[in-house]
């Protein structure tokens, strides 16, 4: 994890007027958790990470620290709005996240106003996109190809084992979960399209009616009021 994402994290969050309380009581996470990856101590997971760049209108270039517009703060995770970068990154070059539990986002190349983000993600033995083991969902499509070691797919109800050559796509509305349950280190590339109209699936998704009467208790709870908010 770069040593400025904690600050970065931190100076949105001020710069919204929000306290470490109440965003963590927004994720249904604990304040210190907030403030530990706030001054680097801390990694975050996938799923948090997730949820904190939502609730703060933050997006990966910026966490990153690659040149933006200073356009109004992002949409999603995912978009490049700022100058074009090169059309060639070394792989040197490519900005990095490290996560809890041993997940790893490399950005690679992006350009302005392209139609996808792509991402070398590494997840290391036993880790997973949730240490909590809780299904995350969120706007946007991902398509991946694994290009070593195994990693296991919980989408929906179904679990899938991915094996280098394996590929995936899917609307990243649905509930899903990475996790490497091997001993050897599993990488593939990660292609995220832009944000597509999720509301209504949120909306119809079952039990949507009762979430949405009472505090979210979760990233994911978190994810699903934040698109709701765009509607």
């Known amino acids: 994890m770069p040593d400025s994402l904690g600050a970065r994290l931190r100076e949105v969050r001020t710069q919204r007027g929000l306290s470490l309380r109440s965003v963590a009581q927004s994720l249904g996470v604990s304040a210190s958790l907030i403030s530990q990856v706030e001054i680097g101590k801390t990694q975050p997971s996938v799923a948090t990470l997730y949820a904190l760049a ?71 033995p036993g880790a997973s996109s949730s240490i909590e083991g809780k299904l995350m969902r969120h706007s946007g499509v991902e398509y ?49 399209v832009g944000r597509r109209q ?15 009467g009472r505090a979210p208790s979760s990233a994911v709870d978190v994810l699903r009021a934040m698109d709701d908010l765009d509607s």
Request: proline share 7%; no cysteine.
């Open 54 to 124: 939502s609730h703060l209108g933050v997006s990966l270039d910026e966490l990153m620290g690659i040149p933006q517009s200073g356009a109004k703060p992002a949409a999603s995770l995912f978009g490049h709005s700022g100058p074009a970068l090169p059309d060639v990154q070394r792989g040197a070059e490519n900005p990095r996240i490290e996560m809890e539990n041993g997940v790893v986002w490399e950005r690679l190349a992006v350009g302005a106003g392209g139609p996808a983000d792509a991402l070398l993600v590494t997840y290391a």
């Open 144 to 192: 991946a190809y694994l290009l070593e070691g195994e990693l296991t797919l919980h989408l929906d109800f179904e679990t899938f084992v991915l094996r280098p050559g394996d590929s995936l796509q899917f609307d990243s509305v649905r509930p899903h979960l990475y996790s490497n349950r091997t001993g050897s280190v599993a990488k593939g590339v990660w292609f995220v």
């Open 198 to 212: 999720q509301n209504e699936s949120l909306r119809d998704a079952p039990g949507a009616e009762a979430a949405a």
